[in-house]
């Protein structure tokens, strides 16, 4: 393999660009000529590669985004397009390439090395929905945003004596809306795969804590089952208590990455490299039980992952108040 090209993929995740910057360093350490394709298979498509050199992934570890730009690619989706992507690879001498992204951009790389171009996948998605690996890169900040930001949510919540849902995202995946429900001591957490939503028992369950002398009432409601707003005005007329909705949105995909998001995403994005160089393709790199590996990509894609269940009930658990004296 003499040049490898880096591409982001999808919705961006802080500690993209750590990858990126580890992708570059040691591609060129090992000898490589490294290319950056801008904009994802989007920008593949049109071309728009650059060479990558040391210096111009400096200054990068601290940034959130991703200095390539990143898009989904609906004509990648397609043969037509696919074949075209790994010509434009070829005419690029672009040998192998190391797609930062998620499920839908390891697809892509699938079809790409199918099609005679060395792919490894690298898991970066604040969704943590990838189901080969126990960390990508992102969920860390984007979990550390939002529970700071539900936190300052709190605070006005309980001063007006309210009742507040607060959505976060994680598209059809519950995890952001796990851990922040646990680590912002929420009331109610509410995930799409535990799909028990009885908005009957959340009714109940308010008018019992506010019995007991509760201020607030914070349901996390993940992206996944959402309606926030019309859950807030079927919540407020059954309880009298007055409810407001806060989407996070946007701004939990964004800011400086936590410094295990840098650590893991450097690490990853060197792995990816290395097992370019090992002579492997078709793979994705995953954190499994406390070491880096690599997974081939057919076999990762087919994967399944699920909540886990003691997470989960202990999550559940402690969100409500089963003892009557206590507050
Ligand atoms: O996959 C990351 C993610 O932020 C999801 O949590 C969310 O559902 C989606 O992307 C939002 O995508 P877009 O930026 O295209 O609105």
Redesign the pocket.
Known sequence: IKTIGVLTS??DAPGMNAAIRAVVRRGLSRGCKMKGILKGYNGLLNEEIIDMTAVDVSDTIERGGTILYTA?CAEFRTEEGQKRGAEICRKHGIDALVVIG?DGSFAGAQKLANLGINTVGVPG???LDIACTEYTIGFDTAVNTAMEAIDKVRDTSTSHERCSIIEV???NAGYLALWCGIANGAEDILLPEKYDYDEQKVINNIIENRKRGKKHHIIINA?GIGHSEAMAKRIEAATGIETRATILG?MQ?GGSPTCKDRVYASIMGAKAVDVLLEGKTQRVIGYKNGEYVDFDINEALAMTKSIPEYTYEIGHALSHNYSKNVK
């Open positions: 999808g919705g989904r998620g998605t604040i969704d995202m994680g598209r992206e946007h995909r």
